[in-house]
Structure formats: structure tokens, C-alpha cells
């Protein structure tokens, strides 16, 4: 097989995407700011080893704005992933305490 016929068989384009979005959230954009505004999160996050969040309200303030105004699917939106995943560390973060106290307890 020649050169020019690989070339005509391989697509020009193929389009992988660079991450994959998370699991679908039980919960909506508005339920998680009802949850922040109801019960705040820390000022500041260790998100990740390469994130670090220093002003909790202005992320969130941000995604709420992204999500707003994205257009496409939401399940699509980086900034809905950032939100979920965010939601999810703090909720974690929150319970934590209280497994470790009841575990220590005969």
C-alpha cells in the first residue's frame, strides 16, 4: 500500500477530546447555590495539587456566570464540571469531622 493511499484513508481530522467529562450530577446549577449560599464554603480551597482556590466566592461567582451564558449542552460546560467538582470536595471536606468523631467513639 502506497503512501498516497494511507493518506486517503486516514481522516484529516479527528477530533478527541481533551478531557472527559464527570458523571452526571443528581443536582441542578441552582440547587448547588442554594447549598453555597445556605452554608458557605471555606474562603480558601485546595482544589487539586495545581489548584488552589483563594477566594472561594469569586469561583463561584464565576461558574454561575459561565453556566448562565453557555450555550451548548450543559453536561458539555467546563465550568458546570468545575461547580460539581468543587461541590463535591466541600461536601466531603464537611463530613469528614464527623465520620472521624464517631469512629474514635466506643
Avoid at 29 to 54: G, L, N, Q, S
Avoid at 82 to 106: C, G, I, N, W
Wanted: net charge positive; hydrophobic share 30%.
Amino acid at each position: 500500500m502506497s503512501i498516497n493511499t494511507l493518506k486517503k484513508t486516514i481522516p484529516k481530522t479527528t477530533k478527541i477530546p481533551d478531557t472527559i467529562p464527570p458523571a452526571p450530577c443528581p443536582m441542578t446549577p441552582d440547587e448547588i447555590k442554594r447549598y453555597f449560599e445556605a452554608t458557605p464554603p471555606p474562603a480558601e480551597v485546595d482544589w487539586k495539587p495545581w489548584a488552589k482556590i483563594t477566594d472561594s466566592k469569586v469561583f463561584l461567582k464565576s461558574c454561575y456566570s459561565t453556566i448562565h451564558h453557555y450555550k451548548g449542552d450543559l453536561e458539555m460546560c467546563p465550568a458546570w464540571w468545575h461547580l460539581k467538582d468543587f461541590y463535591m470536595l466541600v461536601r466531603r471536606a464537611s463530613q469528614q469531622p464527623k465520620e472521624e468523631d464517631q469512629t474514635q467513639q466506643p
